[in-house]
């Protein structure tokens, strides 16, 4: 059922964020793509009282902490690997179908700059 639940999310030219409601790594994710992804294909679903999900995504990912974050099917990590992903960010938003929008406006942190 938690498999259906996530896999029901993670769509192609989306991306997808699994969070804890006030987590400040949630939260910071969630700022960062927002400024460089169309609206409408970003999403945040909440999954605080969910442990089925929360172990769910835990045993698939490998990773013990939200946020998890897909870009379209593409599991990348959490906050840190989103932040550490760089130039690489762009061409597999790209790569996945994600449309754009205000990338002369990201940081170079984001990896967009240059």
Avoid at 3 to 29: E, H, I, K, Q
Avoid at 32 to 61: F, M, N
């Amino acid at each position: 059922m938690a498999d259906t639940f996530v896999n029901s999310r993670v769509t192609y030219g989306s991306v997808t964020l699994f969070v804890w409601d006030g987590c400040p790594c949630c939260r910071n994710a969630w700022e960062l793509l927002k400024g460089c992804v169309r609206p409408g294909h970003l999403q945040q679903i909440s999954i605080t009282g969910r442990e089925d999900v929360q172990a769910y995504l835990q045993r698939s990912t490998g990773q013990g902490t939200v946020p998890y974050v897909f870009i379209g099917n593409q599991y990348i990590g959490g906050l840190s690997e989103l932040q550490n992903m760089g130039a690489q960010l762009r061409p597999i938003l790209q790569q996945m179908g994600v449309p754009l929008w205000n990338i002369s406006k990201i940081s170079d942190k984001a990896g967009f700059s240059g």
